[in-house]
């Protein structure tokens, strides 16, 4: 009976501990996955909103001549060129490009940046940077919380501590504001942006 108890112990001992380092291990592949595209996103769009909102670049009309289709599947990306016009008509521009797709002779309001790219303009473009960066803000906090569950499933007493102490009821409920307020602020921010782009030419 002993020699069967401990047989039977032994034998889950192994299953226990690969299924944990199992989950250890995709939950830091989740989080690390999630806190990147929350960070990555966030910068990059929070970066084109500046033109967006015509606080960088040059501001002008830019007629679309032709557009070029490259890549496959999820690579595949559509760039516009055409002639760009500042609004002061110091600047002519007839290699200007912007990274959407438009019918040739479209006329759009867009900010040129130093290397001839443009960026649309107006509420349409600002509202779906706005809800890009909210969904962003999700998913770091998802990524973060993924790393420190991944942290208490290896060490789950140290873990626990440091749980309890970097989430104490006040910055719980900070955070549960922060998601909610990020909800909110994508619903309404998409809603707008959507309604915005099928106005669009």
Same mark, same amino acid.
């Given at each position: 009976?002993?020699?069967?108890?401990?047989?039977?112990?032994?034998?889950?001992?192994?299953?226990?501990?690969?299924?944990?380092? @199992?989950?250890?291990?995709?939950?830091?592949?989740?989080?690390?996955?999630?806190?990147?595209?929350?960070?990555?996103?966030?910068?990059?769009?929070?970066?084109?909103?500046?033109?967006?909102?015509?606080?960088?670049?040059?501001?002008?009309?830019?007629?679309?001549?032709?557009?070029?289709?490259? !890549?496959? !599947?999820?690579?595949? *990306?559509?760039?516009?060129?055409?002639?760009?016009?500042?609004?002061? *008509?110091?600047?002519?521009?007839?290699?200007?490009?912007?990274?959407?797709?438009?019918?040739?002779?479209?006329?759009?309001?867009?900010?040129?940046?130093?290397?001839? *790219?443009?960026?649309?303009?107006?509420?349409?473009?600002?509202?779906?940077?706005?809800?890009?960066?909210?969904?962003?803000?999700?998913?770091?906090?998802?990524?973060?919380?993924?790393?420190?569950? @991944?942290?208490?499933?290896?060490?789950?007493?140290? !873990? !626990?501590?440091?749980?309890? @102490?970097?989430?104490?009821?006040?910055?719980?409920?900070?955070?549960?504001?922060?998601?909610?307020?990020?909800?909110?602020?994508?619903?309404?921010?998409?809603?707008?942006? @959507?309604?915005?782009?099928?106005?669009?030419?």
């Amino acid at each position: 009976m002993r020699t069967g108890r401990v047989r039977a112990g032994t034998g889950s001992e192994p299953k226990t501990r690969l299924g944990r380092i @199992a989950m250890v291990l995709f939950m830091v592949f989740a989080g690390v996955l999630f806190s990147g595209l929350g960070i990555a996103g966030a910068v990059g769009l929070a970066g084109d909103m500046r033109y967006s909102t015509r606080m960088s670049g040059t501001p002008g009309l830019l007629r679309i001549t032709y557009c070029e289709t490259s !890549g496959t !599947g999820k690579q595949r *990306h559509t760039d516009c060129y055409g002639v760009f016009r500042s609004d002061d *008509h110091r600047l002519t521009d007839p290699y200007a490009s912007i990274g959407e797709s438009f019918k040739a002779g479209t006329v759009l309001p867009v900010q040129r940046d130093a290397r001839s *790219h443009c960026y649309l303009v107006g509420v349409a473009p600002t509202a779906g940077r706005l809800a890009g960066i909210c969904a962003a803000v999700v998913a770091l906090v998802g990524g973060l919380a993924s790393l420190c569950g @991944a942290f208490a499933t290896a060490m789950p007493r140290l !873990g !626990g501590r440091i749980g309890a @102490a970097l989430w104490s009821p006040g910055a719980g409920r900070l955070l549960k504001w922060l998601l909610l307020a990020c909800g909110i602020g994508f619903a309404l921010f998409g809603v707008t942006g @959507a309604i915005g782009w099928l106005a669009m030419p």
